[in-house]
């Protein structure tokens, strides 16, 4: 589903304008990437979670040369499903 489609389907469910919808989606996009960029977690229940992951400084080795490359750290970002939503998710697979 593309970000258009987010809207209209907000829109369509919730009876909002498209510019109120796309202000939503913004401000969601924004608070959960402040958040987790300060190190919080954001948990929607029945959702999921969205979590930074620190991720250490490592050696890789490229493969064509053989050169050997620090990788430095960073943070990532991690989303944990909920357990409703993979219950949700495994029935309408289950279904088809």
Do not use: W, Y
């Not at 829109?11 to 796309?22: F, K, L, N, Q, V």
């Not at 989303?79 to 088809?96: C, G, H, M, T, Y």
């Amino acid at each position: 589903m593309e970000r258009r489609n987010l809207i209209d389907s907000l829109c369509a469910r919730t009876g909002i304008s498209h510019d109120d919808a796309e202000r939503l989606t913004d401000a969601f996009r924004d608070i959960v990437s402040t958040r987790v960029s300060e190190g919080d977690s954001v948990a929607l229940p029945g959702f999921g979670t969205f979590e930074p992951k620190k991720r250490l400084e490592r050696v890789a080795v490229h493969p064509a040369t053989g050169r050997k490359l620090l990788i430095p750290p960073k943070i990532s970002l991690v989303f944990r499903p909920s357990a409703i939503l993979k219950q949700k998710v495994n029935n309408s697979n289950a279904d088809e």
